[in-house]
């Protein structure tokens, strides 16, 4: 690989990085409000939805973790 792909590669990385912050400044955020509910709430659909996402941006934050890994290793 040239030291220009090189370069993009980092600089995708470097989003990469910056989107997992704030993936989880949001999944910090919902479980906030999540655990700041009411238990009733917290049973109800609405709280089940939260729970949904919540498990969503733990993902996505894993994935993110997967596509640095694979980064690394091209470089």
Partial sequence: M?????KQLTEASKLI??????????????QEAFDNMPESIQQSERGETMEE???????????????????????
């Fill in 2 to 6: 040239n030291k220009s792909r090189r």
């Fill in 53 to 75: 996402y919540i498990d969503t941006l733990d993902d996505a934050y894993e994935q993110c973790d997967d596509l640095q890994q694979l980064i690394e290793e091209m470089q």
């Fill in 17 to 30: 990085v910056s989107a997992q912050a704030i993936i989880e400044s949001v999944r910090d955020a919902e």
